[in-house]
């Protein structure tokens, strides 16, 4: 499977409360399901949070061609 480059720029969410109205991140997947999955635990790694903190990007995921 190939991989590819998806970039993410928008809030971080955890529960109902915003943790960053604007984060930046990116990482190479073979799908936008496993880049959405990358980019949350990024973040988590970053910010120092428990593997198991519920967090949600709800912004869109965008492929880089």
């Known amino acids: 499977m190939d991989t590819h480059l998806y970039t993410y720029e928008g809030p971080v969410r955890s529960f109902e ?30 910010h120092g949070l428990d593997m198991n903190t519920k967090i949600t990007l709800p912004g869109k995921i965008k492929l880089v061609k």
């Open 17 to 46: 409360d915003i943790r960053a109205n604007r984060w930046k991140g990116e990482t190479y997947a073979v799908s936008e399901g496993k880049a959405r999955v990358n980019l949350i635990y990024q973040y988590k790694r970053k």
